[in-house]
Nanobody, 116 residues
Framework: VQLVESGGGLVQPGGSLGISCAAS????????VGWYRQAPGKQRELVAR???????NYADSVKGRFTISRDNAKNTVYLQMNSLKHEDTAIYYC???????????WGQGTQVTVSS
């Protein structure tokens, strides 16, 4: 199993960024997939998830600003982030949520830094 996140970078407050996660080694299309983030000194948190039928859920902190989507043909999940804030600065990871836990080992993540 591999989860490979990419697309992070430095963006100014109010800006936009899209990140992606390519999965391999399991049947991606049948699972709910989540985007998590971990800011310095904080616990990792689930910020968005998308079910196999494309139902989406978001943490209150990102609702209305972030959009999660998936392409099962490419085994890839995306996160479009708009109206970025300083507090969105974190390493972003994808995984398969299992209640409060997760199914697979973490990938390397992708760093998103919001700064002027």
């Amino acid at each position: 199993v591999q989860l490979v996140e990419s697309g992070g970078g430095l963006v100014q407050p109010g800006g936009s960024l899209g990140i992606s996660c390519a999965a391999s080694g399991f049947t991606f299309s049948i699972y709910t997939v989540g985007w998590y983030r971990q800011a310095p000194g904080k616990q990792r948190e689930l910020v968005a998830r998308i079910t196999s039928s494309n139902t989406t859920n978001y943490a209150d902190s990102v609702k209305g600003r972030f959009t999660i989507s998936r392409d099962n043909a490419k085994n890839t999940v995306y996160l479009q982030m708009n109206s970025l804030k300083h507090e969105d600065t974190a390493i972003y990871y994808c995984n398969i949520p299992v209640g409060p836990l997760y199914r697979y080992p973490w990938g390397q993540g992708t760093q998103v830094t919001v700064s002027s």
